[in-house]
Every structure is written in structure tokens, then in C-alpha cells.
């Protein structure tokens, strides 16, 4: 039997409270841990400050776990800031309680928020990104680079960084076969095929959870409420203003998209209409709460009694619980539409970046991603309505499709733990199993 519990570190998921894509990849990881190793000590370093409790879902069951926080701040005598780690870890640690926690994890996990190890987003974010690949590399700690997209990079000095930072993990997964290639592409001459893997995203394991309380009640009563299909529909905040337009070069509108898309399918008589935030972020320029109850105002003008917005405090499982009840799904936000592909709900994207069709084709849906960077609204709205068309069709895909990726996204977590096993035994920790 295991003497000693194993200790696990995982980056990469700052803002998952409210960003609930963000959010899925953490629950995922830590339900798919937990499930195997019940008794790990499990440390997720997040956006707040000091040494706090948390709690994961497992099976349903909350599940107690540490918190840290982790910065790129120049808060420089915090021992949150990852400058300070960093000096506290060159100079052995110094009691910087984060470094400590680095120092005593069998294994290191990151996922850098699905897709943010690129430089898209501007050197800080990938900065924020780096630190803790380096720090753990630093303290020569086994580092699991978890299902993710890599690049696009636009510097080939990060560029540069980054496939360094890949080379020296122990272990790095893509999570479709267009980031596998880019990943390729990265480590060159030096891809290991034991060691860089095509996976899926994590999120593909996430279970639904039913909401709490008032929560469930509303949403199980409006779905209920009438017999027709129920289209879910998620508009991004960011990817709706001017500043997300020109961030990402969109040619196309997305607010005025969703509301042309809303406003032709309830137009069909039996059609009803859930908008869903994923981020939930009161005042943050890329919050989606302001755009989903402008597109629910726009259409409640002829449709009152047949659009809702879901609750705004829904958690990741509890937020799939409700896309997975819709009859097929429009989202702008990744992660919102991974929770209707992961529940073999039919399911469009309305994209900013290459991530989304990379996703789609892991499951065969590539054909219902809609490119906001080259297409005209006229052209969205084409692809868009042809995806709900054929929906049934897409439905029969996917109920093949869906249980292989999630049998897929067992089965990396199944070799990502077997690493933190081998290391915690080789560490002289563990005795007989």
C-alpha cells in the first residue's frame, strides 16, 4: 500500500471562478486526480493571494484541496510574485511557501488556460504563462504540459522560449491533431513520441452537475416548459466590441450574428432560445454578461416568454448540465462549446483564432466552425444556419465520436498519473502496492 499520499501542482488556471472555460479544464484535472488518487495532495496555484482551502468535485462529492497564489505581479516582495519565487528558488527556497509546495510535488501540471501559450495575447500574458514552466523546471521537477494549443507565436524569440520550455517537460500533450502538428513543428528533430502526445482536451471528462437550489428549479422547470428544441447560444463579450474585433482582426460582427442567427431560428414556432455566459467577470472587458442580456432584450421584444438567460452562478458542471439539455449548440466561447461536443450535443463556433477548428476535428466537426476573421456576417450566418440544419446528422457523428474522445481523455490522465507514480516511487516514498 502507498505510505505516503502523492503531491500534485497544477498552473495554468488563473480566473477559473469566473471564467467558466478556464474553470472546466481545472474541475476536469482535478476530478480526473482525485478519482485515481483519492488521497493526493493536490495544490492548485491560482490569481489570489496567500495559502487558502479550496474544493474540487469528484463524482459529485466536494473534495478538500490547497490553494496558492501565483503572480505575475510587480508586487515584488509578495511571495505570490513569480519573481520572488524565482529568486527564492535560486537561493534554495528561502521559505517561500509556494516554491516549497513546486519542491515537494511529484509531478507539475499546466495547461495554460487551454490556449494561452502563444503570444497572441501579448508578451505579459505569455510571461504569466512561462513562470511557472521555468520554475518548475528550475527546481528540476517533473513537468506535464496537459492538453493545450500551442502557439501561434508572432516573436521568434518567445517562439524560441516556448519550444525550449517543451523540450525540457517530461511530459507534452496537444489536444487535437492541428495542435499536435504545431507542436511538432516546434520541438523539430527533438519530438520524443514517448514524451510529446496527441491528446484531447481535459474538459472532455468533465461531469455535469445539476445547479443548486432556486438555480435548478428555474432551468429544469424552463426546459421542461414546452416540447420544442431548445438552441443554446453563448456570446462572448470581448468578440462583440470593437476592441475584441480589432484584437483578433474579425471581419465579421458576432453580436450582430448571434442576434440575426436567434432571431431566424425563433422565428420557426416551437424554437426556444438559452443564452449561456461562460465569462462572468462584472466590469472586465471580455465579460459576457452585458452581450447575453442585450441579445436576450433584443429578441424578448417579440419572444419574451421563450429566451432565457441561464444563472449567473452556474460552475463549470453545472453550466455543462445545462448545454447538454439543449437540442444544439452556438458558441464563441471554446470551452462552451466542448461542453456540448462532450455531451454529444450538435455544436457550432463562431471563431476568433485556429484553436476551435483543431477541437471541432478531434470529434469530426470541423465543418460547423464558422471563422469570424475571414467570413462576412452574411457568410457566418450561412454556415451557422447549414449547422443547425443538419444537426440529426451531426448528432449520429458525434454519439460515435464523443465516447472515444472522452475514453481518450481517461486514458491520458491514466499515463499522466502512472508519471507521478514512477516519480513518487522513485523518490523512495511510496512501498508495496
Known amino acids: 500500500m502507498t505510505t505516503s499520499p502523492l503531491s500534485i501542482c497544477l498552473f495554468g488556471v488563473p480566473g477559473s471562478g469566473n471564467n467558466l472555460g478556464v474553470g472546466a479544464l481545472r474541475a476536469a484535472t482535478l476530478a480526473g486526480l482525485l478519482g485515481r488518487e483519492p488521497q493526493a495532495r493536490v495544490t492548485v496555484f491560482d490569481d489570489g493571494w496567500g495559502q487558502r482551502a479550496g474544493r474540487a468535485y469528484v463524482a459529485g462529492r466536494p473534495v478538500p484541496i490547497a490553494l496558492a497564489g501565483a503572480r505575475h505581479s510587480r508586487r515584488y516582495h509578495r511571495p505570490e510574485s513569480y519573481l520572488n519565487m524565482r529568486v527564492s528558488a535560486a537561493l534554495g527556497g528561502l521559505g517561500n511557501t509556494g516554491v516549497t509546495r513546486i519542491d515537494a510535488a511529484d509531478a507539475v501540471l499546466d495547461v495554460s488556460g487551454g490556449d494561452s ?78 514524451r510529446h502526445r496527441e491528446g484531447v482536451d481535459v474538459a472532455f471528462a468533465l461531469e455535469p452537475r445539476e445547479p443548486d437550489g432556486a438555480s435548478y428549479e428555474r432551468m429544469a422547470q424552463w426546459f421542461a416548459a414546452a416540447p420544442g428544441p431548445v438552441v443554446g447560444i453563448n456570446v462572448s463579450g470581448l468578440m462583440v466590441q470593437s476592441e475584441g474585433m480589432a484584437r483578433f482582426g474579425l471581419t465579421g460582427d458576432g453580436g450582430n450574428v448571434a442576434q440575426r442567427l436567434c432571431e431566424r431560428l425563433l422565428a420557426e414556432p416551437d424554437t426556444r432560445v438559452v443564452v449561456v455566459p461562460h465569462v462572468r467577470s462584472p466590469g472586465g472587458v471580455d465579460c459576457d454578461l452585458a452581450a447575453s442580456e442585450r441579445l436576450r432584450d433584443a429578441l424578448a421584444v417579440r419572444y419574451a416568454d421563450r429566451v432565457t438567460v441561464a444563472p449567473t452562478d452556474l460552475d463549470p458542471h453545472q453550466a455543462k448540465w445545462v448545454i447538454a439539455r439543449t437540442s444544439w449548440f452556438c458558441g464563441m466561447r471554446m470551452h462552451a462549446t466542448i461542453a456540448a461536443l462532450s455531451s454529444a450535443v450538435p455544436a457550432a463556433n463562431i471563431a476568433y483564432s485556429l484553436k476551435a477548428r483543431g477541437v471541432f476535428a478531434s470529434v469530426g466537426q ?59 516511487t522513485a523518490r523512495g516514498t511510496v512501498g508495496v502496492h
Do not use: C
Not at 495575447?121 to 492538453?147: C, D, I, M, Q
Not at 500551442?150 to 495542435?179: C, H, K, Q, T, V
Not at 465543418?367 to 444556419?385: K, P, Y
Open 366 to 424: 470541423e465543418r460547423h466552425v464558422a471563422d469570424a476573421r475571414r467570413l462576412t456576417d452574411d457568410e457566418l450566418l450561412g454556415t451557422l444556419w447549414s449547422s443547425w440544419t443538419t444537426r440529426a446528422e451531426a448528432a449520429a457523428e458525434l454519439a460515435v465520436r464523443t465516447p472515444e474522445a472522452i475514453r481518450r481523455a481517461a486514458a491520458q490522465m491514466d499515463e499522466i498519473v502512472a508519471l507521478a507514480r514512477a516519480e513518487h
Open 117 to 194: 501559450f502563444s503570444d497572441i495575447y501579448g508578451e505579459h500574458r505569455f510571461r504569466s504563462v512561462a513562470w511557472p514552466k521555468r520554475l518548475t523546471l528550475l527546481r528540476n521537477r517533473p513537468l506535464v504540459l496537459l492538453p493545450q494549443t500551442y502557439g501561434p507565436f508572432r516573436s521568434a524569440r518567445l517562439r524560441a522560449e516556448a519550444a525550449n520550455l517543451i523540450r525540457s517537460a517530461a511530459m507534452a500533450w496537444a489536444r487535437d491533431p492541428e495542435s499536435f502538428h504545431a507542436l511538432n513543428e516546434l520541438v523539430g528533430p527533438d519530438l520524443d513520441p514517448q
